[in-house]
C-alpha cells in the first residue's frame, strides 16, 4: 500500500422542507466539476471534532448556524488510496434541521436543491452514486460505516463494516 497523506473530513446531508437534497458543484478539488454534499476537512492541528468542523463548514459554505445537537452521524466512510493521491475518512451527517433556501454562489462552488430521483441525473463521484448515497438512503436515521479500498486498475474494494438502519419507518425523520 502507498504511503499517503491521511486526510479526515466531514459531509452534510442537508434536506429542505420538501426532502430536496442540498448539493453543490464543486470549483475545486477533489471532485471538482461533480455534485455532492458541503462539508470540508478537519482542522487537525486545531485539534476540531467533526461535529465542530460540520458546524464551522455549515456556516462558511452556507450561512447556516448549526451546533452539533442539529447534527445526526449517518456515516463514517474510509477510503484507502482514493485516486492515488490520499486517505480519506469521512464523517457523514444528516442536518436535523431544514434549510429554507438556496445559498449563495461560494469560492467552493455553487449549491442546488434536488428531488431524490433527480440525483440520477447529476454528475458525481461514481462511488457517491454507486455505494455512498446508496449507504445513506438506507441508512438515514440510522448509522452505517464502510470502508474502500480503492485500486487504480481495478474495480474499488467496498466492505460495509457496520449497518444499523433505522429501528422503525414509523418513527418520524427529524
Known sequence: MAVLPYKVATLLYCFDHDDRTLLIERAREPNKGLWSPCGGKLKQDLGESPYDCACREAFEETGLVLSPQDLHLTGLVSESGYEGQAHWLMFLFEVTRRIDRVPPIHPEGRFGLF??????????????????????????????????????SQPDQWVLEQSSPRLSMTHPQF
Open 115 to 152: 428531488s431524490r430521483a433527480e440525483l440520477d441525473q447529476l454528475a458525481m463521484p461514481a462511488s457517491d452514486r454507486t455505494q455512498i448515497w446508496p449507504l445513506f438512503w438506507r441508512h438515514r436515521g440510522g448509522f452505517f460505516a464502510a470502508r474502500c479500498q480503492c485500486l487504480n
